[in-house]
């Protein structure tokens, strides 16, 4: 039986640094939630997105990936939950290499991250709730569950009185706190966030990311690729700078730029 959102991986875990981490029903423990081990990602066009990148992501972390456009910053996103292959390296997430995993293993992966994007994609003929139920509908959850975790997840998002309005009626701001809520319907250990900013003026954007802020204080450790130097600049997290497929820069409370005089 499921357990009941949105703590559940919180509450039922006696050691709160560790995730209990589900793998082919039995539990397995991880306090290092995502690492790369030298990986390479080469496209066809004979572009290098990334180039042996290592780095480790810890359970709780809330961490800005930085660069400019083309950089490798959604190349280093999507191999997390799968959507590309490395062509060199590892690639450890919870504790499994998802490069290895076999394909029919992916939908389990993919519903303990969720993913969030520049451009919300929520479904333009469904209503806020829609969109947010449906995504529970299509792991399988059971009509009760729907109805129990759908609101709790528009709630935490501060959208549950918008809830019968579509994606057209809604600002860019809160479609994205919908989208944000959709991601976290099957209260996943990660989150990532793809420029979740980019479409939002300076305000809407600081409140979107106080949004990501407190759900990282709930246990969810949160990967953000970001161009927005005011805001990664004023929340003062680790921030991963990427130069032409490679990590420049890893500080605990970064800046976008590196201080001339730090
Ligand atoms: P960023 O998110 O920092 O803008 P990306 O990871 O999207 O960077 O892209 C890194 C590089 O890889 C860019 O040069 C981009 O054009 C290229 N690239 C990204 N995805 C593909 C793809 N599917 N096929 C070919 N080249 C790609």
Known sequence: MRSPWPTAHLACNPRPHLVYWQK?????????????????????NDIQALRDVNLRIEKGE???????????KSTLL??????EKPTKGKVIVGG?????????????????IGVVFQDFRLLPQKTAWENVAFALYVTGASRREIE???????????????????PHQLSGGEQQRVSISRALVNDPP?????????????????DIVQ????INVRGTTIVVA??????????????????????????????????ANP
Do not use: C
């Open 24 to 44: 082919s029903g039995e539990g397995v423990q991880v306090s290092r939630m995502i690492e790369f081990r030298d990986v390479s990602v080469s496209y066809p």
């Open 62 to 72: 809330f961490v800005f990936i930085v660069g400019p456009t083309g950089t490798g």
């Open 78 to 83: 999507k191999l997390t939950y799968r959507e």
């Open 96 to 112: 499994q290499d998802v490069t290895r995993l076999r394909g029919s293993a992916v939908p389990r992966l993919r519903r303990s």
């Open 148 to 166: 129990t975790r759908t609101p709790q997840v528009l709630d935490l998002v501060g959208l549950l009185d918008r809830a019968d309005a579509y």
């Open 190 to 206: 990660i989150l990532l966030a793809d420029e979740p900013t980019g479409n939002l003026d300076p305000d809407t954007s600081w």
């Open 211 to 214: 949004l990501l802020a407190r």
């Open 226 to 259: 970001s161009h927005d130097q005011h805001i990664v600049d004023r929340m003062g997290k680790r921030v991963i700078a990427l130069d032409r497929g490679t990590i420049a820069r890893d500080e605990a409370k970064g800046r976008y730029y590196e201080l």
